[in-house]
């Protein structure tokens, strides 16, 4: 893919994944400093790493979290809660995301990790986000 055309089809995927709000303040706060840091993230990021047909947006969005709190990254993980919640991932599907990291990661960081997550659904709340409660549909999976 041309350069062009792995930035263009990055940015789709950003703003399809963080939202279009996230991503204009992205773009608004590109300086000289960053800017080819801003590059390498929506060409490789977004482009080459989030388009690939192996894995939805769901799976990808559950690796993004469980990582952020294994890193303790915190403000990365509030960033893609919000973005999940705003894209109707349901509410469930996330408190079991950090009850699966709480075993795995500990329970500190879980402890953060719904700390967090109570906040931004306080915010979203007040904002009057429709917030998705119900759990997605399971496919079972041979072990």
């Not at 773009?27 to 490789?44: E, G, K, M, P």
């Not at 809660?81 to 469930?92: D, F, K, P, T, W």
């Given at each position: ?25 992205a ?18 990021g ?30 990365e ?64 999976v041979?072990?």
């Open positions: 893919m041309a350069p062009d055309t792995l930035h263009e089809e990055g940015m789709k995927q950003r703003r399809r994944v963080l939202g279009d709000a996230h991503v204009d303040r773009c608004a706060n590109t300086t000289d400093l960053n800017r080819d840091f801003q590059d390498l993230i929506v060409r490789y977004w482009a080459e790493v989030w388009t690939r047909p192996d894995l939805g947006l769901r799976e990808r969005r559950i690796l993004v979290m469980g990582t952020m709190i294994a890193l303790g990254r915190w403000d993980l509030r960033l893609h809660l919000r973005a999940a919640l705003e894209n109707q991932m349901s509410l469930c599907d996330i408190k079991e995301i950090l009850l699966q990291q709480a075993i795995y990661c500990g329970i500190p960081a879980a402890n953060t990790a719904y700390h967090h997550l109570s906040d931004i659904v306080g915010e979203l709340n007040a904002a009057g986000t429709a917030i998705n409660h119900a759990p997605a549909a399971r496919a079972e041979p072990a």
